[in-house]
């Protein structure tokens, strides 16, 4: 039965895939995804038959992914984390709802990486939180700034992804100084590299600390608000629950 499984497949690690996701990869007859995604499940299921494309391939992928299923295939397009989250979900609903293509689409969530690094940290988002790209590539840096300014203002415990490429080496430090303005320079910070999969590392530092990590696009940074505290060795934000002993 043609069908489209836009699937969210977790961090990378078969272990935080979920049993929904793992399930609808099994039931495609034909897998699509960006490149570093399929070989993180390629040898998990050496039964299916894979489709793969560089990165900025998006809508061209999506496009696959529909030409396929009006052939009356099932097909399963994979996001790393959850898929509707960054991912490929509202993209492939957009190019379906377009085409007027009488297809089903079910978008299956799964674990993102910010919730997947929190558990890492301990238990820094136990409050409102804001997740913010540095990516600049689909949202202009203007706009990425004042979003940062905001949450920062908003005492949000804030999420970064994609803080730095090759390219983007500056973007973590101007963010890092925005939020500075509004919070402690000892504010907990929270970096974890390469969640869910192999070599998986984390630390915990500062505010003022934080660059003198290394940080990468492989990096998970989550900055806690003015209650986070770090104890035994876990970043905590408060959710305002009074503990008497």
Avoid at 2 to 8: L, R
Avoid at 126 to 146: C, G, N, Q, R, V
């Amino acid at each position: 039965m043609a069908k489209i499984f836009v699937v969210g497949m977790g961090p990378g690690g078969l272990e935080d895939m979920t049993p929904r996701a793992r399930e609808a990869i099994e039931k495609a007859e034909l897998v699509v995804g960006y490149s570093a995604y399929i070989e993180l499940i390629r040898d998990k299921f050496s039964n299916k038959t894979f489709i793969s494309s560089a990165m900025m391939k998006e809508v061209e992928r999506c496009k696959l992914v529909l030409e396929k299923a009006l052939e009356g295939k099932s097909v399963a397009l994979i996001s790393s984390g959850d898929s509707g989250i960054y991912g490929m979900a509202g993209l492939m609903l957009e190019i379906v709802n377009q085409a007027e293509a009488n297809i089903q689409v079910e978008v299956i969530s799964g674990i993102t990486a910010v919730s997947a690094a929190a558990a890492v940290l301990g238990a820094p988002l136990m409050h409102d939180f804001a997740i913010i790209s540095l990516s600049d590539l689909m949202t202009p840096w203007a706009l990425i700034e004042k979003r940062l300014k905001l949450a920062a203002e908003g005492d949000f415990v804030i999420g970064l992804y994609n803080p730095k490429s090759q390219k983007r080496t500056e973007y973590i430090g101007i963010a890092r100084d925005i939020i500075q303005k509004h919070r402690g320079e000892n504010t907990p910070v929270g970096l974890v590299w390469n969640v869910g999969r192999e070599n998986e590392d984390y630390a915990i530092t500062t505010l003022k600390e934080m660059l003198t990590f290394p940080i990468d696009m492989f990096t998970v940074v989550i900055i806690g608000n003015t209650n986070t505290y770090v104890q035994n060795g876990k970043m905590i934000t408060p959710r305002g629950y009074k503990v008497e002993l």
